[in-house]
């Protein structure tokens, strides 16, 4: 079957960073996402990574390594506004996206 | 960038009527356009698959007859839950294709059942 594996709370402090795992089985892979989703709102695209490696955008960077099937969103700087919750998700062979249950990350100031 | 609009953000309404979502692509033609379902502190449940000019896919054990969907343009897809029921409660969203490498969402509806 198809799976998506992510903790479900990690907790941090103001100012520092964090990383958020994720790690996958899934039939075929063509990408994966990382949304951030406020409480009550709908997700919003932080990135998107189809080939190994990091990239970096801004104070969030996106790791990924498709032999081990795995990936990481790392969170620097953090602020208030980015406790929320970190959605991993992986498009398959057949192009549908496998949602991992999400990450709630809680900042402490 | 790319908008998705999807309306109402919030309805209340009454066990056994019906209610329609709207979500429309603002800036870009989306032939494709998915439905979620999403229960508090859980991840995102696909229920089916919308395409411009066709019949949608559903997901396994989501109802057809229940939750219609139809796409009639490029823009513009529906999702009516039909005589709603109080477990019919939850957060919908609608997103899109962007054209580009990702997804753009909706910003939701809240839907109460009472």
């Known amino acids: 079957g198809q799976n998506i594996d992510q903790p479900t709370e990690m907790t941090a402090t103001e100012g520092a960073i964090v990383q958020i795992n994720c790690t996958y089985q899934t039939s075929g892979f063509n990408g994966l996402f990382w949304y951030q989703q406020h409480a009550g709102e709908a997700p919003t695209f932080l990135s998107y990574n189809v080939l190994d490696g990091l990239e970096e955008k801004g104070r969030f960077s996106s790791f990924l390594s498709r032999s081990k099937g795995y990936s990481y969103l790392l969170l620097k700087e953090l602020q208030m506004k980015d406790s929320a919750s970190y959605l991993c998700a992986v498009m398959d062979s057949n192009y549908q996206l496998i949602w991992g249950a999400g990450t709630k990350l809680i900042i402490k100031p | 960038g790319a908008v998705v609009s999807q309306h109402p953000s919030r309805v209340i309404c009454k066990s056994g009527t019906s209610v329609k979502i709207e979500c429309r692509s603002l800036d870009f033609q989306a032939t494709t356009m998915f439905w979620y379902r999403q229960f508090p502190k859980k991840s995102l449940m696909l229920m089916a698959t919308?395409?411009?000019?066709?019949?949608?896919?559903?997901e396994q054990g989501v109802e057809k007859d229940k939750f219609l969907i139809n796409h009639a343009s490029l823009t513009l897809s529906t999702l009516t839950v039909t005589s709603a029921h109080p477990e019919d409660s939850s957060f919908y969203i609608c997103?899109?294709?962007?054209?580009?490498?990702?997804?753009?969402f909706g910003s939701g509806t809240r839907l109460t059942v009472v």
């Open positions: 997103s899109a294709r962007d054209g580009q490498v990702g997804y753009t």
């Open positions: 919308s395409n411009e000019g066709s019949k949608a896919t559903y």
